[in-house]
């Protein structure tokens, strides 16, 4: 049996302000949303209904309530895009359609500070396929985190750091990632600007092994 939306979890996980429109949301389409423990390769998803389970969206507990929102709506849209257009791109015009619809009740200064709210208004305009790959918006959700880790564009070239259990010493910049040596496999790797690292020394090492 599909386990219910735990209603109170929810909520604490979301601006104050926008908990009567996700509740009335919730009230009125067949979903079950679930907080998930952080995954490194998704921030959220949405889950098809089948015959034992419901419509399912999950997002990821450790984000701040400004990016959770956001990721919340995102799937939200997945879900509404399914009802009303069956076969679809995945991120294609209606689902941006539908995306930039469910975020206008949230598009307030009573739920999003000020620089959230001017960032959102770009993204929305050409939504990517997730969040976490709009660079703009990361920055600056980024700033309501409790205690963010550095992005790796912020490290100085050479600088070890550690990314999916993996240690890696950043290079140069290509066209848009990093380009940069694993210490694990000695094998190059191309990393994007906002991955989230853990800096493992502090100081740098001249060239790697």
């Known amino acids: 049996m599909a386990r219910a939306t735990d209603l109170l979890g929810l909520r604490a996980h979301v601006p104050a302000a926008s908990w009567p429109v996700v509740l009335n949301w919730l009230q009125r389409n067949p979903v079950t949303v679930r907080v998930s423990p952080s995954r490194r390769t998704k921030l959220g998803d949405y889950r098809i209904a089948n015959k034992t389970q419901p419509h399912r969206i999950t997002v990821n507990a450790d984000l701040n309530k400004y990016a959770f929102l956001t990721v919340l709506v995102h799937e939200f849209a997945h879900y509404t ?60 959700l980024r700033r309501y985190d409790p205690d963010p880790r550095p992005f790796l564009e912020e490290l100085r070239v050479s600088t070890v750091f550690r990314f999916n259990e993996k240690l890696f010493v950043k290079g140069e910049q290509m066209r848009k990632r990093y380009r940069c040596k694993c210490l694990n496999d000695r094998r190059t790797y191309y990393i994007d600007p906002t991955a989230e690292v853990h800096v493992e020394q502090a100081i740098a090492v001249r060239k790697a092994s």
């Open 81 to 140: 895009t399914f009802q009303k257009f069956k076969r679809h791109q995945p991120h294609g015009a209606e689902w941006k359609a539908e995306y930039k619809r469910l975020m206008r009740p949230y598009m307030s200064r009573a739920i999003f500070p000020a620089d959230v709210l001017d960032v959102l208004d770009h993204h929305l305009a050409d939504a990517p396929s997730s969040s976490c790959t709009d660079e703009g918006l990361m920055r600056v």
